[in-house]
């Protein structure tokens, strides 16, 4: 293939990768949409109705489905940016990856805590991104001095 036909494909690939991004963003923001709406009506309804069972796992699950949505959130904004730079930043990737393991230490189920190798393993992990994005923030300023 000459150069002429590597570069009209790469711009035929690169529009499809577009078209699919955008097609996810749509989705995502629409899953998202909805996922609000019924958090607000199934919460609503609960305190409404006085049925609302904050202390016996209520509230741990309102702060699941929460952080979930913001890690949705999150995850629209990785793809906008995407559209937009054209490149995966990656501190935003990692800041979703935070959320994501943060979430599932606060709902893990009372007792978990007696397992050491899960804990630890939650421990390497969050050591394992925070020490990643530290990395990539110290390579952006060491880039920016330069």
């Given amino acids: ?12 690939v690169h529009g499809y990768e577009r078209l699919l991004a955008k097609l ?8 998202i949409g909805f996922a609000v709406i019924e958090l607000v ?5 609960k305190i409404a109705r006085f049925q ?10 309102l702060l699941d489905r929460l952080l979930m949505i913001f890690i949705a959130l999150e995850v629209l904004q990785n793809v906008t940016a995407y559209l937009r730079d054209q490149v995966v930043q990656i501190e935003l990737v990692l800041l979703t990856a935070m959320t994501a393991v943060a979430r599932k230490v ?10 050491p190798q899960l804990m630890a ?9 925070a020490a990643a994005y530290w990395l990539v923030k110290q390579a952006r300023h060491d880039q920016q001095s330069a």
């Avoid at 009506?41 to 309804?45: N, Q």
């Avoid at 421990?123 to 394992?128: K, L, N």
């Fill in 41 to 45: 009506v199934e919460s609503s309804i």
């Fill in 121 to 129: 393993g939650f421990g390497v992990i969050v050591v394992g991104i």
């Fill in 106 to 115: 606060i709902v893990l189920p009372p007792g978990t805590e007696s397992n």
């Fill in 24 to 31: 996810l963003a749509l989705l995502l923001a629409v899953v």
């Fill in 1 to 12: 293939m000459d150069q002429f036909g590597d570069k009209r494909f790469l711009s035929i």
């Fill in 52 to 61: 609302t069972d904050w202390f016996e796992g209520g509230l741990i699950q």
